[in-house]
């Protein structure tokens, strides 16, 4: 199901349509600040597996990351987070960013690697801001973008439809997405490392 959402003022029952997907097991494709993603509810162990495998991921090895809707919520599954590390977050989110920090005991076991560790975001777009608020839970993100494909294939709603209508449950057409991937930002060294450079540029 493709479903249009307006970025400057998504309609809430449209946010809704897609927050009782998302309860009920389901798969979405969104838009970020980025590229779009492809995630659910990460309570939803069912449905956490099911974009796994679309994706070929590893939930024990690949490094996984969750969007929350602002640092408040974001805290919730962290453990402490020093003083340094609540500056640079406060001063880059929302934005493309992901940052690894410590997952603490919220962090549903599935996604427990071996470091203990989750990338978080918080995108700088108001269509998966508001479901992620009104879902209440964080929502699994992982890009769509694999580097050998055409790159319309990743920006295009529409195209992006075609491709995966029979594999998630709804494609949210919020617009043209980028092609660039978010700066990844490691937090549990000190100094912080990038990872990984891509949209954001990170203000410290």
Avoid at 68 to 91: A, W
Avoid at 94 to 121: D, H
Wanted: net charge negative; glycine share 8%; proline share 6%.
């Amino acid at each position: 199901m493709l479903v249009k959402i307006y970025p400057e003022n998504p309609q809430p029952r449209e946010i809704e349509r897609v927050v009782e997907v998302l309860r009920s097991g389901g798969t979405v494709i969104y838009p970020t600040d980025t590229i779009y993603g492809m995630g659910c509810d990460i309570n939803s162990s069912r449905a956490v597996e099911r974009v796994a495998q679309i994706k070929g991921l590893n939930l024990k090895r690949d490094h996984l990351s969750f969007i929350c809707h602002d640092m408040s919520h974001l805290s919730e599954y962290v453990k402490v987070i020093d003083n340094q590390t609540f500056k640079l977050l406060k001063k880059n989110l929302p934005g493309p960013f992901t940052f690894i920090l410590p997952a603490n005991n919220n962090v549903p076991r599935l996604f427990k690697n071996n470091k203990k560790t989750i990338g978080f975001r918080i995108p700088d777009n108001p269509i998966i801001l508001e479901i992620v608020k009104e879902l209440g839970n964080p929502i699994l993100s992982t890009s769509i973008r694999d580097d050998d494909e055409v790159l319309e294939y990743t920006t295009d709603p529409g195209l992006i439809h075609e491709k995966y209508e029979n594999l998630v449950d709804i494609v949210i057409d919020g617009g043209y997405g980028g092609n660039e991937a978010s700066t990844i930002v490691d937090c549990t060294t000190f100094p912080f490392e990038i990872i990984r450079q891509g949209k954001g540029v990170l203000q410290d």
